[in-house]
Each structure stands twice: as C-alpha cells, then as structure tokens.
C-alpha cells in the first residue's frame, strides 16, 4: 500500500513554544490531506482538510491561528502547534487519500506532550 | 446523534472464540465502509473494506446492511494478536475526510 511518513514520532515540548508536525506521502500525490487529533480513549478527530495550493479548512471549534497548516507540495503538509498549552498535549495523526480513491493512509502519528 | 457509533466494549474472549462487533452510522447518503485496527499508541491501519454483498478476508467477515445502515465485522477462530482496537469507519464521496467511529476494544485471552 500506499506510504505516508510523519515526523517526529513524538516530542515533548515546553507550554508557550511552537511545534512543527510534518507529512509527507512518499509513493503517491496527495492533493488533500487530513489531520486528525485522538485524545486517550476517545475516536479519531477531524480537525482540517489541508489542500494542496490552498487554505485549510478547518473544523468547527479548531482554532485555524493556533493550528497552522501549510501544504505547499503534492506530497507534503505541515501542521504548527502555536503557543502550546498541556491541554494540547494529544496524539496528532495525518492521513492522505490518492487522488480517486477511497482507502485512507496514515502516518505513524506524533504524541505530543506539553509541559 | 453521533455519526458513528459503535459499543466500545471491551470484549474479553477466550483464544478460539467467535466475536461480532457492530456499527451504525448516521449519514445515509455514505458510500465507502470500512474496519481499521488501531493498536495501543499506533496509527490506525485498514483492516477490510466492507461491500454490500458482504465479504470475507481469512477469519473476519464483513457485512452491510445499507437499509438499517449498519455494519458489523465478524471475527472466527479469535488470536492473541487479534487484540486491538477496531474502528468502523464511514467516507461519504471520494477525497473527502472519513469519519470514525470510538472504537470496540477487544482482548482475546490465553
């Protein structure tokens, strides 16, 4: 299947910094990428459709300044958390589906911690 | 009304049993079914697609019932290995975002 590699796997950061959370399909063009955030025990949470060329869209309740997201080529989208807070402290998962399929494909996820 | 919703378990069962989880989603106007597995701290991974005629894959099943819009997978012979997490999971058209449901934890034991 298709391959989609994220980075870092996990950090720890200090409250008030910002972190970088990259995505990349390695085999494929993703035109559209999803970035999905799963706090313990709960589902898988959309937060943003992140297009190619253009501005994310961003779920309800999901702050677009606090969660910046670039997806500047076909096979990379980044996601910054701004000014991180321990409440942001989650496990933060992309997934790419190719152009007309239907099949989604994730990265291995970052666990994010905020101290 | 959530959009997915699925009984989150946990299902214990010995090694050999037989085990059902079921799903219903809310959205009629859904195309595309899915089964992931997600292991604790790891991203989720396709398991099977779900098709209306049913489909089987080794020891799990899969069925649809589009009228009742529900899902279920049905796993035979049940591994150690097999315990996970399994997330029903329901796209509406193409390239847009799934929906997941929680997830059923199940623990197959020794």
């Known amino acids: 299947g298709a391959v989609v590699s994220q980075h870092p796997s996990r950090v720890i950061c200090k409250s008030g910094t910002s972190v970088k959370i990259e995505c990349r399909s390695l085999?494929?063009?993703?035109?559209?990428m999803f970035w999905y955030r799963q706090f313990p025990k709960q589902s898988l949470m959309l937060m943003a459709t992140s297009n190619e060329g253009s501005k994310a869209t961003y779920e309800q309740g999901v702050e677009k300044d606090k969660f910046l997201i670039n997806h500047a080529s076909l096979t990379l989208s980044t996601l910054t958390v701004t000014s991180a807070h321990p409440e942001d402290s989650s496990f933060y998962i992309c997934s790419a589906i190719i152009a007309g399929g239907t099949e989604a494909f994730f990265g291995q996820g970052t666990r994010l911690t905020v101290v | 009304r959530k959009e997915v919703e699925q009984d989150p378990g946990p299902f214990n069962v010995p090694e050999g049993a037989t085990v059902a989880f079921n799903c219903t989603y809310s959205n009629s106007a859904s195309q595309s079914f899915f089964w992931y597995r997600q292991d604790c701290r790891k991203e989720p991974k396709l398991l099977m697609s779900?098709?209306?005629s049913g489909n089987e894959d080794g020891r799990f099943t899969a069925q649809l019932n589009r009228a009742s819009q529900y899902i279920s997978l049905l796993i035979r012979d049940s591994k150690l290995s097999d315990s996970a997490t399994y997330l029903c999971v329901v796209g509406w058209v193409r390239n847009t975002p799934l929906v997941f449901g929680k997830g059923t934890r199940l623990s197959v034991i020794a």
């Open positions: 779900v098709y209306s």
């Open positions: 085999d494929f063009q993703a035109t559209t």
